[in-house]
């Protein structure tokens, strides 16, 4: 079996007892960490509204992360389009490719990555959405090359090596991306219900494009490693605790692991956070490796993203080794 390349989703966690500087000097510190290991890019995501995720001013981060590293493609995983205006971004990532030539992606999402409030703080209608396609359309123009014609620019964008992509947990992203001929993206860590129909649709579906001839497909995976099943399943206590806090509409810091999450949760609530959490691979590196390999049999992916969402740094960094070492 061909193993496909690893990339890292890193959440950018924010705790209580380190603060967001800490959370911004450890993403690029996992960044140079994962670029090391041999890691094919590193993505973070927007999100707003949540004292527990530091990547909100997403290019900014991207831009100190890319700083601190050299060959690891960098990258939004992604850019929520409907909170911006295609111009804006355009600007951003014409910048991070002028400056980190051949190694930024951009990945697109039509979800607004927050709460309906804060939606409204950002200046944003609730149907902005309905015009993510047009705007993807939009915001690729703005990288075309200079031609001579009478148009908005958006400088230094025009002509940069950008590589889109589009993101989702549904068909309609899935569809989108195979219209586009661009690469997809999906988000089985938090969303696996439609993992395998939208990968059908997108590659049944996918048209050619200058920038992609085959279908490219990324599948997120929530991954721990450690040296025994019961530290990874300790380590993942911190995962669920997480996606607990978000079903009881209560978004905090990054735990740290507990001994025992049963006694955290009711089983209605342990149900529903598993069922989001369902494409996992935690264990040791022989648990995680036969894991990642049967998603991999059933999606047929091009790419494996981690999110390896442990609090201790150490643990982490030691996560994505044992990872690597065992998927070579």
């Not at 703080?121 to 014609?149: C, I, K, N, W």
């Amino acid at each position: 079996m061909k193993f496909p390349p690893l990339s890292l989703l890193d959440l950018v966690r924010v705790t209580e007892a380190g603060g967001p500087r800490q959370a911004l000097l450890n993403a690029r510190a996992i960044a140079a960490h994962a670029e090391g290991l041999g890691f094919t890019r590193y993505w973070v995501a927007e999100h707003h509204n949540m004292v527990g995720i530091g990547s909100a001013a997403t290019p900014v981060v991207l831009a100190h992360v890319a700083a601190g590293t050299t060959t690891i493609r960098v990258g939004a995983g992604g850019v929520m389009l409907p909170n911006h205006a295609p111009l804006i971004v355009a600007e951003q990532f014409g910048t991070l490719a002028q400056l980190h030539p051949g190694r930024i992606d951009l990945g697109l999402g039509r979800a607004p990555g927050t709460d309906q409030a804060t939606l409204r703080a950002l200046r944003q209608h609730p149907a902005a959405s309905d015009r993510f396609p047009q705007d993807v359309v939009e915001l690729m123009g703005y990288f075309a090359a200079e031609d001579g014609t009478p148009r908005i620019r958006a400088v230094p964008a025009p002509g940069t090596d950008v590589a889109f992509w589009i993101l989702g947990s549904s068909q309609f992203g899935a569809l989108l991306a195979a219209q586009l001929g661009l690469p997809y993206g999906f988000a089985a860590h938090f969303a696996p219900d439609y993992l395998d129909e939208a990968l059908h649709l997108y590659r049944a579906n996918f048209r050619p494009s200058a920038a992609l001839r085959e279908p490219h497909a990324l599948v997120c995976v929530n991954t721990v490693c450690a040296e025994t099943e019961a530290e990874a399943r300790h380590l993942f206590t911190t995962a669920q605790q997480s996606f607990l806090g978000l079903i009881r509409n209560a978004r905090g810091y990054s735990l740290p692991p507990v001994p025992d999450i049963e006694a955290l949760w009711t089983p209605r609530e342990r149900n529903h956070v598993m069922h989001m959490l369902g494409c996992h691979a935690v264990g040791d590196p022989a648990q995680v490796r036969a894991a990642l390999q049967a998603i991999v049999t059933r999606t047929q992916a091009d790419e494996v993203m981690l999110v390896t969402d442990i609090y201790d740094f150490d643990a982490r960094a030691r996560s994505l080794a044992l990872t690597m070492e065992a998927w070579r």
